[in-house]
């Protein structure tokens, strides 16, 4: 099936999506703040900028898109560029894999979550970051 959008204007739309602050992120962020749990996000002084953490507790929070880290249960390979995005995921897979292990040498906990986990059932989420904030 041919693509209903030339590379322009794919490639356009692609730039505009954002690393931070997406929904997922924003919605965990207020169902913590409201449950009084206090937290940094994207912190650089810790490695990997984790998307939540709590040093105090020594917790961090990953909130990982579908597409951008290849959720087994979501993720659909593009049809076009397909050994540009193999490369992408395969190294946003490895980078994720470095961040964790360096993370949990350090003796912190390290949290993961999918973006369609979040959308699908945000309070069990919550419970279970709960439960380490």
Sequence with gaps: MPDRISAEKRSRVMSCIRSKNTKPETTIRKLLWARGKRYRIHDK???????????????????????????????????????????????????????????????????????HEVTQSPDKVISQICLFL
């Design 45 to 115: 002084s810790i490695f990997g900028k984790p998307d939540l953490t709590n040093k105090a507790k020594k917790t961090a929070v990953f909130i990982d898109g579908c597409f951008w880290h290849g959720c087994v249960e979501c993720y659909r390979e593009p049809k076009s560029n397909v050994s540009f995005w193999r490369d992408k995921l395969s190294s946003n897979k490895a980078r994720r894999i470095r961040v964790r292990e360096n993370l949990i040498e350090g003796g912190w906990i390290v949290l993961e979550f999918w973006e």
